[in-house]
């Protein structure tokens, strides 16, 4: 596994040759469109390519929202907690989920089945409050229907 | 020349020099937190603002160059009242724990409360809270006392080019932390302490050993051995007030024996018997073809830092033990079967100028039937906690002497404490092992003085050596890079891992200045020159050593109990 993400990464940090440290969060973007997330041998990896220590690679990755550090789930879900699905009390609907899914935002439970996002807005606003898996938007939330899609996906994996 | 003004006196400043450096310079003490002496400002905390008339809103003088006919005030009602809400933001994310911890009364947060009048937690909010890292073997992180001045981060980084640590999140949640969030013990971190010299707060100490100590000695049934390095007595007055530089060798002594220790020996001993290995290991190496240049090991974050970041240069390290590892091994050893004591009811405990030798001591390799050659090291700073623990008032002593057999000790081991001091002590005997006969001079005084990086070219007998000397990671890797690529050819190379030497180790007292710093060196050298015995072959509890246990340097027995061997670390690095 390990191996083959090194050999995987290779043809990606060889688009960027003698690359400095502008280069950085391009190619932890390219790395996350490939692999899904920044593994630690990924950030190692980089690291080493552009003569950064894996503390400061590590440092500017967790500055921004965007790069997650573990494998999303089988089901990724992204709940919006943009002002109107604040308004329709969003923040309830992810302490549901949290608790549902047992994991905390951005963590990918142990069975590798669910993983959780929070993003800003999804530019639903109108069907707030929002919550979407795998890309498909589910509108007009509640704790019951959140527990009902939860409930879904866990049965079609037991089928 | 520009002309500015602070608090209505002129002064003649020099273009490029900042608000704080000419305002120093006029003797008005502005605060800072995050301002590194020698590194580029950051101007993060703002503690230092000033009001300059004509300008927008108040400058950070830490980070502000100064203009000619500036007008300065440093201390208006504006610029302190700025100061007292910062601090008291800073505060409403602190906790109120101060009796509990460790900086307390060596706090710099705690210190600008009170300056500024801060009597009370005046903004409430939401506290972050983190979990202590006690991952590491020499070195505590407690992120909810941070600040977030980026001291430590920016120490790392530029001075030792270690880098374990960065700036992790952002905003409200932004921490400091290693690669990955995880413990200390598994980044890249060389246990140095600089960082915890550098933090103006209690995020960042040593793992004490005090109470350890204070138990051992209450018990019965053990001895309680102690050894103190040589930077130790130069600098432990200060814990206690008194001027930097002032030498406490003798009543250093005279406390830990009213303390209870059934031995003082001093680890200076231990550092002359290094010399008598290493300076023989160095004369073999270059008779017989082996790998050069050799690198000193007396620097425990050094040898951590080769393993980790150039594990390449192994084969060059000395396998030499440092003075502390061969003075345990000695006491568990020769010392114990002399005095008909088992191994393992003996503590042996040493203090040092270094946090990096509690790591040390705790490598596999430096234990025997798992019985660690040394129990407990405390820094400069838990020594005089325990002193004061003890209630003892060690100015006021009377000065006694270390022990024997291991409290002899030449002038050459003791400035071992000093960057410079390694390599000036093995000059002298490897002098005298390869031609018979001592230097005619032996002050040798290219190798003196707090430079990061000094050379030496010296004819010994046929042979003429070249060696240099490094102090502080940063300039050890521009060193190492050179000779990897080629362009220094070189014998022998001594790196201390801390700027200036263990005189500025990260054990040492805090708010070290550069004058303390110099203060120190000098008494190390003023110690060597009033000594009679200045060379380490000369001295002869080492020669008696030899004589009755050890055999012969790099003799079999040697061998087993003073030299050791490294390993490449699987770290992030």
């Known amino acids: ?159 | 020349m520009l002309n500015v003004e602070v608090n209505d006196r002129t002064i003649a400043a020099k273009p490029g020099e900042t608000i704080l450096e000419v305002s120093r310079r006029a003797g008005f003490q502005i605060p800072t937190l995050c301002h590194l002496e020698g590194l580029s400002p950051t101007g993060a905390c703002r503690i230092c603002v000033v009001e300059v008339e004509n300008a927008a809103g108040l400058l950070p003088a830490c980070s502000y160059p100064v203009q000619d006919g500036m007008k300065i005030k440093t201390h208006s009602a504006k610029a302190v009242e700025a100061r007292r809400t910062i601090v008291q933001l800073l505060l409403s994310n602190h906790p109120d724990d101060c009796l509990y911890c460790s900086r307390s009364g060596n706090c710099d947060l705690q210190q600008l409360a009170r300056d500024l009048n801060v009597d009370r937690r005046l903004y409430r909010g939401a506290r972050s809270s983190y979990p202590l890292d006690v991952s590491g073997a020499a070195l505590v992180r407690d992120p909810g006392k941070c600040i977030l001045c980026g001291k430590c981060v920016r120490v790392c980084e530029e001075i030792q080019t270690v880098a374990a640590i960065d700036f992790l999140h952002r905003g409200s949640k932004a921490v400091i932390g290693t690669a990955f969030d995880r413990g200390l013990n598994t980044s890249s971190c060389v246990n140095c302490g600089q960082c915890v010299i550098a933090c103006p707060t209690g995020a960042l100490s040593e793992r004490s050993n005090v109470q350890d100590v204070l138990s051992a000695l209450a018990d019965p049934t053990k001895t309680v051995v102690v050894q103190h390095a040589p930077a130790v007595s130069v600098t432990l007055a200060e814990e206690f007030g008194a001027k930097p530089g002032r030498d406490l060798d003798g009543e250093m002594v005279a406390a830990l024996r009213l303390m209870g220790f059934a031995r003082v020996f001093d680890t200076s001993f231990a550092a002359d018997l290094t010399i008598m290995e290493e300076a023989s290991e160095l004369a073999h190496r270059v008779a017989t073809g082996g790998t050069l240049p050799m690198l000193t090991s007396c620097s425990p974050g050094w040898i951590k830092f080769v393993e980790t970041f150039y594990p390449e240069f192994i084969p060059n390290l000395s396998t030499c033990k440092s003075p502390q590892q061969m003075m345990g091994a000695v006491i568990k050893s020769f010392w114990a079967e002399r005095n008909g004591l088992d191994p393992r009811n003996i503590v042996s405990v040493s203090i040092m100028p270094c946090t990096a030798k509690k790591f040390e001591r705790s490598r596999a390799e430096m234990a025997h039937d798992f019985v660690p050659d040394v129990d407990y090291v405390l820094t400069t700073r838990e020594a005089a906690q325990l002193i004061r623990t003890a209630g003892i008032d060690i100015l006021g002593l009377q000065p006694e002497s270390a022990d024997t057999p291991f409290g002899e000790r030449s002038g050459a081991g003791k400035i071992f404490g000093a960057s410079g001091g390694v390599m000036e002590a093995a000059v002298r005997t490897a002098n005298f092992l390869l031609t018979g006969s001592e230097l005619s001079e032996l002050d040798i005084q290219p190798l003196r003085g707090l430079h990061g990086a000094k050379e030496l070219r010296a004819r010994i007998g046929d042979l003429e050596v070249s060696a240099a000397v490094v102090s502080g990671l940063g300039n050890a890797r521009a060193l190492l890079d050179a000779v990897k690529a080629g362009q220094k050819q070189l014998h022998f190379i001594e790196v201390m891992t801390c700027p200036g030497g263990c005189i500025n180790g990260g054990g040492q007292p805090f708010h070290t200045d550069p004058m303390a710093l110099k203060a120190r060196m000098r008494a190390l050298y003023s110690i060597d020159r009033s000594e009679s015995l200045r060379t380490s072959h000369a001295n002869l509890s080492v020669k008696r050593l030899y004589d009755e246990f050890l055999g012969r340097p790099l003799g079999e027995r040697s061998h087993h109990l003073l030299h050791t061997h490294y390993q490449q670390r699987d770290v992030l690095i």
């Open chain 1, 1 to 159: 596994m390990t191996m083959s993400e090194e050999v995987r990464l290779e043809p990606i940090l060889a688009e960027f040759p003698d690359a400095a440290r502008d280069a950085l969060i391009p190619i932890l973007q390219r790395v996350q469109e490939a692999e899904g997330y920044l593994s630690e041998v990924a950030i190692a990896r980089i690291g080493r390519h552009l003569n950064l220590p894996a503390s400061k690679v590590f440092g500017v990755a967790t500055f921004y929202n965007q790069f997650r550090f573990l494998p999303k789930g089988k089901y990724h879900v992204m709940i919006c907690r943009g002002t109107a699905c604040h308004v329709k009390g969003s923040v309830k609907l992810l302490d549901v989920l949290t608790r549902t899914l047992k994991v905390r935002p951005g963590q990918t439970s142990r069975d590798g089945l669910f993983s959780l996002e929070v993003v800003a807005c999804m530019g639903a606003c109108g069907l707030a409050p929002a919550m979407s898996v795998n890309g498909e938007v589910y509108a007009k939330m509640t704790p019951k229907r959140i527990e009902k899609v939860v409930a879904e996906c866990r049965a079609k994996e037991q089928a």
